[in-house]
């Protein structure tokens, strides 16, 4: 399934988003290790491969987290954006994480904005991202699809993705029962 790019998001470049799997944990082992993404990372330690196995085991198990790897002509896997449903909100953290060799080919945007539709056409939430002021390819990345910074401090600046929030529109039969409501659809 090829999914359509978000608003803003780098056009031209078809991006196919599949769910992650099994076959797909050494690579995003590789990548989470590499010292760039490190630096940039939430967590910058480096990450053992037997912990990161239990980690991925549980990721894939988990309902309230969706991990999808975007690949470029159907075989190149180019990153990852995983989604992390917040308890209560309404909303789900979303990260990236670009396989390091494909750095400097202006994929990120297009990865990120693919991967925000198809887990839209799936769970259809707003969106979060923490991300750190010093990573300005990052912040470029998410701000092209529609981000927006909302606050943060000097460690970690926080942004926000709200889809335009679905409205009822009363059938004409019925129109006294939203008597003064204004839809913004």
Same mark, same amino acid.
């Given at each position: 399934?090829?999914?359509?790019?978000?608003?803003?998001?780098?056009?031209? $470049?078809?991006i196919q988003i599949l769910r992650a799997?099994?076959?797909?944990?050494? +690579? @995003?082992?590789?990548?989470?290790?590499?010292?760039? $993404?490190?630096?940039?990372?939430?967590?910058?330690?480096?990450?053992?491969?037997?912990?990161?196995? $239990?980690?991925?085991?549980?990721l894939l198990a988990s309902l309230d987290? +969706?991990?999808?790897?975007?690949? @470029?002509?159907? !075989?190149?896997r180019v990153g990852v954006c995983r989604?992390?449903?917040? =308890?209560?909100?309404?909303?789900?953290? !979303?990260?990236?994480?670009?396989?390091?060799? #494909?750095? %400097?080919?202006? @994929? =990120?945007?297009? @990865?990120?904005?693919? &991967?925000?539709?198809?887990?839209?056409?799936?769970?259809?939430?707003?969106?979060? &991202?923490?991300?750190?002021? =010093?990573?300005? &390819?990052?912040?470029?990345?998410? $701000?092209?699809?529609?981000? !927006?910074?909302?606050?943060?401090?000097?460690?970690?600046? +926080?942004?926000?993705?709200?889809?335009?929030?679905?409205?009822?529109?009363?059938?004409?039969?019925?129109?006294?029962?939203?008597? %003064?409501? +204004?839809?913004? #659809?």
């Amino acid at each position: 399934m090829k999914a359509q790019l978000s608003p803003g998001a780098a056009q031209g $470049t078809p991006i196919q988003i599949l769910r992650a799997t099994a076959e797909d944990s050494p +690579h @995003l082992w590789v990548w989470r290790n590499d010292e760039l $993404t490190r630096k940039m990372s939430v967590n910058s330690e480096r990450v053992e491969r037997d912990a990161h196995e $239990t980690w991925y085991q549980g990721l894939l198990a988990s309902l309230d987290r +969706h991990l999808y790897i975007g690949l @470029l002509d159907g !075989v190149e896997r180019v990153g990852v954006c995983r989604f992390d449903m917040e =308890s209560g909100n309404g909303r789900a953290e !979303v990260s990236i994480n670009l396989n390091p060799a #494909c750095r %400097g080919r202006r @994929l =990120s945007a297009a @990865l990120l904005g693919a &991967a925000m539709t198809r887990f839209r056409q799936e769970q259809g939430v707003n969106l979060s &991202a923490r991300i750190k002021p =010093s990573n300005i &390819a990052s912040i470029r990345c998410f $701000t092209a699809n529609g981000f !927006v910074l909302v606050g943060g401090d000097a460690d970690l600046a +926080h942004y926000r993705y709200d889809y335009q929030p679905y409205t009822y529109r009363p059938s004409p039969s019925r129109p006294q029962a939203w008597a %003064g409501w +204004h839809a913004k #659809c």
